[in-house]
């Protein structure tokens, strides 16, 4: 079946009160927001569909239909998992995803998506990529030249944020950044207030992102974010063998406590 006919249907068996998906006006597309049954048109999928949609679910007050690619419903998992939604208020449209040529998609586990209540769109072919080869490659850089080649990356951040605003586990009411009573980190566009707000970002976001990349597609400085948040969800394999967004039964690992947990930097 196709999108707009399913939203349609959602629609007016008054399944969901609003459908969150893509549209396309003059080559660029776009988010949209659906709520007449008549608008259902508009939905399309393509490959410039990049967004990762269920940034806006924690915003949702009813029971929403949503189209998620399979990297998309990863994060839709980890918004459950943290009670910031609830499952019975989403109904997902599965999109089988062919790619999107975009970094991620090389070495994509969720073409097919296994988490739904709808699917829309052929099996796609599996494939077996290594997320992490990135990370193993700064890993063989000496701790200076880390320390250098990160401190020279978020020097060219431009704090506007984008970052933050698109990632849709980063839903905090207040950042950490705009606390300015203790002010925790300064807000100056310095080298030392850059590091301090990437590494507490990523540290928040530790077992928690899901690796979507929506960070780095709008960072309009071109930052490679996702290093650090991909180096930090390749710790969290090794030391808990957990990944973000898999399975929605599952706890977080940062968020419970087990006795066998690794614990070495205790002493
Ligand atoms: S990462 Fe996978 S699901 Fe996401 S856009 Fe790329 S191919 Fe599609
Ligand atoms: S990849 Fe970026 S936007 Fe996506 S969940 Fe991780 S930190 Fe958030
Ligand atoms: S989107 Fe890029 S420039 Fe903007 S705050 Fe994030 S890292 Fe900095």
Sequence with gaps: MEISKLAYELLEKGDISLI???????????????KDKEDTKRLIFNDKCFHNLSVYLTKMKERVGIIA???????IIGLVQENQIKREDVVIIGIACPGLNLKKCSSCPDKNPKFYDYLIGEKQEEIKGDKFSEV???EKKN???????????FSRCIRCYACRQI?????????????SIPQWISKANSSSSNFL?????????????VGCGECERVCPMKIPLSLLNLKIANDVLELFDYKAGEDVNLKPPLQEFKKDDYN???G
């Design 20 to 34: 969150i998906g893509y549209e396309e006006n003059n080559g660029i597309v776009s988010p949209c927001f659906i």
């Design 69 to 75: 690619k399979g990297c998309d419903i990863r994060s």
């Design 136 to 138: 193993i490659e700064i």
């Design 143 to 153: 701790p200076k030249e880390r320390w250098n080649y990160f401190k020279n990356e």
């Design 167 to 179: 990632c849709p586990l980063c839903y905090c009411e207040t950042c950490i950044v705009d606390v």
């Design 197 to 209: 707000f990437h590494i507490t970002r990523a540290l928040h976001l530790a077992g928690r992102c």
């Design 264 to 266: 070495e930097f205790i």
